[in-house]
T-cell receptor
Framework: DAMVIQNPRYQVTQFGKPVTLSCSQT?????MYWYQQKSSQAPKLLFH???????NEADTPDNFQSRRPNTSFCFLDIRSPGLGDAAMYLC?????????????FGPGTRLLVL | GENVEQHPSTLSVQEGDSAVIKCTYS??????FPWYKQELGKGPQLIID?????GEKKDQRIAVTLNKTAKHFSLHITETQPEDSAVYFC??????????FGGGTRVLVKP
């Protein structure tokens, strides 16, 4: 089945220690998104890639970076995680960015910062 | 930018009853409105969506209505079952396919 895969499902890191979360997709979609979701809140868009074009949200901290080496993979790098970065990180994809394209979400990676 | 309000924040219903969740949005340019169901520890799953050229859409026990003039849309779940218990998010999509989510509704279906 075509799907969005996130690894690992759970990640524990130490305060200030860089961490990378990964996402892959078999849908061959052009657009990949990264969201942060804190407990009892809605997902918050961090950034997205349209093909190789990176689009950062204005309020996304510089601590968060992303890479998309090819169509299938996208990575979220947190350079110096703080306690406030503990959250569920969701990857999503859409076929295009016309404004009416469905976004398909992966299962998420729950990040714990000690 | 877009702002989406969702009500109620929690909803408890008896199994077999109907559940209704309402959302309003602010940007008249928004033209795509998906609904997601999120179970504990999982990613959001699309359950139904509606586009601005349609007023109502139904899929088995789930239906969505859209009133573009009033800028509101609603999710209706009939004959609720315990497996419908989850958090439901409405969203509005505008230029660039950016989703703005509502605050979520925690639905509990009591057997």
């Amino acid at each position: 089945d075509a799907m969005v895969i996130q690894n690992p499902r759970y990640q524990v890191t130490q305060f200030g220690k860089p961490v990378t979360l990964s996402c892959s997709q078999t849908l061959n979609h052009n657009v990949m998104y990264w969201y942060q979701q804190k407990s009892s809140q809605a997902p918050k868009l961090l950034f997205h890639y349209y093909d190789k074009d990176f689009n950062n949200e204005a309020d996304t901290p510089d601590n968060f970076q992303s890479r998309r080496p090819n169509t299938s993979f996208c990575f979220l790098d947190i350079r110096s995680p703080g306690l406030g970065d503990a959250a569920m990180y969701l990857c999503a994809t859409s076929r295009d960015a016309t404004g009416q394209e469905t976004q398909y979400f992966g299962p998420g990676t729950r990040l714990l910062v000690l | 930018g877009e702002n989406v309000e969702q009500h109620p924040s929690t909803l408890s219903v008896q199994e077999g009853d109907s559940a209704v969740i309402k959302c309003t949005y602010s940007d008249s340019a928004s033209n795509y409105f998906p609904w997601y169901k999120q179970e504990l520890g999982k990613g959001p799953q699309l359950i139904i969506d509606i586009r601005s050229n349609v007023g109502e859409k139904k899929d088995q026990r789930i239906a969505v209505t859209l009133n573009k003039t009033a800028k509101h849309f609603s999710l209706h779940i009939t004959e609720t079952q315990p497996e419908d218990s989850a958090v439901y998010f409405c969203a509005a999509s505008s230029a660039g396919n950016k989703l703005t989510f509502g605050g979520g509704t925690r639905v509990l279906v009591k057997p």
